[in-house]
């Protein structure tokens, strides 16, 4: 699973906001260049020059979801659409009123990532690596003892790559200017997690991507599209990989989605997001697996949710999921067998 924080499902669905392009173009670039890099009048095109690998490769093998202009609704059940309460809902299955602050306080519900860390066969499979620091909170470091790497923490294990090493040297030290507290660079943690998937081969693996988030909050619009450009380059080389390897190969599914929405292109409100703020209790996802029908951009179809999700990963391994409370029903159209 991977996690793009805060990417709207307008740009997933319609690729870059010319209105958004004209009002918000960061220092460094110009309205000629982002058009170059992602603007056509044709929406499929638009979207696919934004977002390559999406509409290549998984909207031709796999299923998209969150297209509201076409009939097809994803949204959060929690009411504060911020990224805590986001991912705590996706990964427990339940929205949870207690947790409603990004406040590094561990969480007390059972998450899908330990849930599936206590089946046979799977102790020691499983993994997270997330940008953001508060992922120690949120997966629950403190309760857990597989791999979770976030934020500037070296990544810790009992054997490590020459690259792992070499990461481990300077994360700790890297400049977060421009950045939320506590968050990495997308680009360490794309390689810690690409370089623990080749070498320890989980079974699991879970990968939380943030820079979209930091620069739509900052309204760098043209940072923020390349953010969600270099993502789908990030996981279409994880797919080609997965691909490649005899173990992952044709066995492997890829689910990607967000924590929260934004608001709409007028008056900025595209870089917010939280209760007071329209639209941005949608949501979309993407998922790409050999149990999972080639629908593509599935439209006019029952609203699903982000709880929805972690019952849904655990069906994919032939567990019925279970947490401390109710958890939101598996999407069926998602594993029913071809």
Known sequence: MITLDGVRWQEVFKGADKTIITNNINEDGTIEEIEEKYW?????????????????????????YGNKERGSVMRLT??????????????????DDSI?????????????????????????????????????????????????????????DSVLTQKQKWMNSFVSHM???????????DALTHEYAFDYLKYRKPRLLYIAYDETDEYAHQLKYDLYLKMIHRSDEYIGRIWKWLQSNDMYRNKTTLIITTDHGRGEAEKDGWGSHGQTVPGAQFVWTAILGPDTPQMGEVTYTDTIATNQIAATIAHLF??????????????QLMVAKK
């Open 175 to 185: 400049p977060y200017e421009g950045y939320g507290l506590g968050v990495r660079w």
């Open 318 to 331: 032939g567990y019925d999921y279970k947490s401390n409370r109710e958890t939101g029903e598996v999407i």
């Open 100 to 156: 409603n602050s990004n406040e590094k306080t561990f969480n007390p519900n059972t998450n899908v990532l330990e849930y599936m860390n206590q089946q046979t066969g799977f102790k020691g499979q499983v993994a997270a690596f997330a940008s953001w620091d508060v992922f120690d909170w949120i997966i629950n470091k403190d309760r857990n003892d597989f791999i979770i790497n976030s934020g500037a923490y070296p990544y810790e």
């Open 40 to 64: 056509s009048d044709d929406e499929k095109l638009r979207r696919e020059k934004l977002l390559p690998f999406f509409w290549k490769t998984i909207e031709e093998q796999g299923q998209l």
């Open 78 to 95: 929690n009411p504060y659409f911020f990224s805590y309460p986001g991912y705590n809902e996706l990964l427990v299955g339940f929205s």
